[in-house]
């Protein structure tokens, strides 16, 4: 009978539990409409940001130096950097991937 019971609180407690605790929320993907290798041009609160996206992690984007002009020495170009893409104010797309 003892086990009974022991198995009767047993279940009582998983259902209290799961009825008290917070249902999971599901996410909606973040759908953006680039891809690897077009450039684009983020904008934040102090200024746009222009980039050529190298992958993406979620709603973050990893972005690799832009092709530099002739003559401009390669010490110069931007290093990679990520960027989260929730938190700009607008993404506007550049230029496709080629």
């Not at 993907?29 to 222009?50: E, K, L």
């Amino acid at each position: 009978m003892k086990g009974l019971v022991a198995v009767g609180l047993v279940a009582v407690g998983l259902l209290g539990g799961a009825l008290l605790r917070p249902f999971a929320v599901v996410a909606q993907q973040v759908d953006f409409p680039f891809n690897s290798g077009a450039t684009v041009s983020i904008d934040y609160s102090d200024h746009p940001r222009t980039c050529v996206i190298d992958r993406f992690y979620g709603s973050f984007i990893t972005c690799r130096p832009q092709a530099l002009p002739a003559g401009v020495p390669s010490s110069l170009a931007q290093q990679p950097f990520v960027y989260n893409l929730s938190t700009a104010i607008s993404i506007t797309l550049m230029k496709k991937r080629e």
